[in-house]
């Protein structure tokens, strides 16, 4: 999401005339877009603001804007802890900045605002709606993203048209429970609704989607899936643990064994489903005896991907402020290594079903010399040729499949 949103923001500038700087510190805005998933990433962000509060005291007329997570409705704390900053900006809230720009630039505020859903490139993310009504006990994002707003079908339309018109082939919808789209609607529309209006348009090739919640992935949803071509055969669906205990504690609203059965309603619907997952190691009061709970429903599942985190406070959150994080650090660094290597495991086993195979590869681009893109089933797949552009889809036929990425011959070059 924040990726997203970095993004729309650089197009809208770039349309009214500012260039992209290769040098954050000595650029004339510096925009620093903030996550706090985890603490970790607050500490780079705050490293980051402190580095650019040095360069703007050499130069007074330096434009320094947090935007993001980090931003609340209140920006009383942020102001006192970085008064160098010049503006703070809530998640999707661009306006300000665009009128701090027009009073010190002179820029075109309107011609700055209609360029926001523009981005050309062969992938694009499309946020799709904002916030999360879920409140799980050790996410902050509620708190700082606000309440789930969709964003109307026809302006989601007009705004993937307008990225296929430019080159995109591919969209990723996003939401912070892209399940729930459309549930504050008056309509009764479902993120499936979205999916239908969405295949209609030319040129768009493949559609994506997340993250998605077990609660909300309904049937509706699933059959959608099953049956619109371009809507690819890839779920997230994060379970975060396989103990009923620390599932009940997390807040989740859902039972490991709700979760196994809407695994299998989805695998029986789309036989081949590519299944992805976030899981949580070391919440607050996880034994070993949850721990193995975990392992035992990875192990039943075998998901294709898994995200795996090591569980760190995060003030504010309901487990903050009245749970104890009481496991120790030794314990879990050793369960997220023991999940990540079951998971290779798993992931081994899967791919290697695929040597021989064909599989349908739309090119994102090189590394290390290597052309290289994503199947339906976002599995990274490299090629034996450096003919190929961004863009083009070819069948590629596996000779290679490890655990983390595949290679194999293009037959239809």
């Not at 729309?8 to 996550?35: H, M, Q, W």
């Not at 989740?252 to 695994?263: A, D, H, Q």
Request: aromatic share 6%; glycine share 6%; hydrophobic share 35%.
């Amino acid at each position: 999401m924040n990726v997203a949103d970095s993004e729309r923001l650089s197009s809208a500038l770039g349309s009214v005339g500012f260039e992209e700087s290769e040098d954050i510190r000595n650029s004339n805005i510096s925009i620093v877009n903030s996550c706090v998933v985890r603490q970790s990433s607050e500490d780079k962000v705050t490293a980051k603001v402190d580095q650019l509060t040095i360069e703007k005291r050499k130069n007074q007329e330096k434009i320094i804007v947090l935007m993001g997570c980090m931003v609340g409705p209140k920006t009383n704390n942020l102001e006192a802890r970085f008064p160098d900053v010049d503006l703070f900006l809530q998640p999707q809230n661009y306006e300000p900045l665009i009128q701090l720009l027009y009073e010190k630039k002179g820029i075109d505020k309107e011609g700055c605002l209609s360029n926001l859903d523009v981005k050309p490139r062969i992938s694009s993310f499309v946020p799709v709606s904002h916030g999360c009504d879920k409140f799980c006990a050790f996410c902050i994002i509620p708190y700082r993203r606000g309440r789930e707003i969709s964003r109307e079908i026809p302006v989601v339309v007009d705004e993937v048209k307008k990225l296929a018109s430019n080159g995109v082939k591919e969209i990723t919808l996003l939401g912070q429970n892209v399940d729930s789209y459309g549930y504050d609607l008056p309509e009764d529309l479902t993120l499936a609704d979205l999916f239908e209006s969405l295949h209609e348009i030319d040129n768009i090739e493949r559609i994506r989607f997340l993250t998605s919640h077990p609660i909300d992935m309904d049937i509706r949803i699933i059959n959608s899936i099953a049956s619109l071509p371009k809507v690819c055969e890839s779920i997230n669906l994060p379970f975060q643990s396989g103990s009923n205990n620390i599932l009940q504690t997390m807040r989740r609203g859902y039972s490991r064994e709700e979760y196994i059965e809407l695994i299998n309603i989805i695998r029986d619907k789309i036989p081949n489903v590519a299944m992805s997952a976030d899981v949580i190691v070391g919440f607050c009061g996880e034994s070993e005896s949850d721990f193995e709970d975990t392992i035992d429903l990875i192990e039943e599942i075998k998901f294709d991907k898994l995200h795996t985190a090591i569980y760190s406070e995060r003030p504010g959150t309901i487990a903050q402020r009245k749970m104890k994080d009481d496991v120790k650090m030794s314990d879990k660094q050793r369960r997220y290594k023991t999940l990540n290597d079951i998971q290779e495991k798993i992931q081994g086993e899967i791919n290697s079903k695929l040597l021989g195979q064909i599989s349908e590869v739309m090119i994102e681009g090189k590394r290390r010399e290597k052309t290289f893109g994503r199947n339906r089933h976002d599995k990274i797949i490299y090629t034996n040729t450096s003919e190929l552009k961004e863009g083009d889809i070819v069948d590629v036929k596996i000779d290679y499949a490890g655990p983390w990425a595949m290679k194999g011959e293009v037959i239809n070059l």
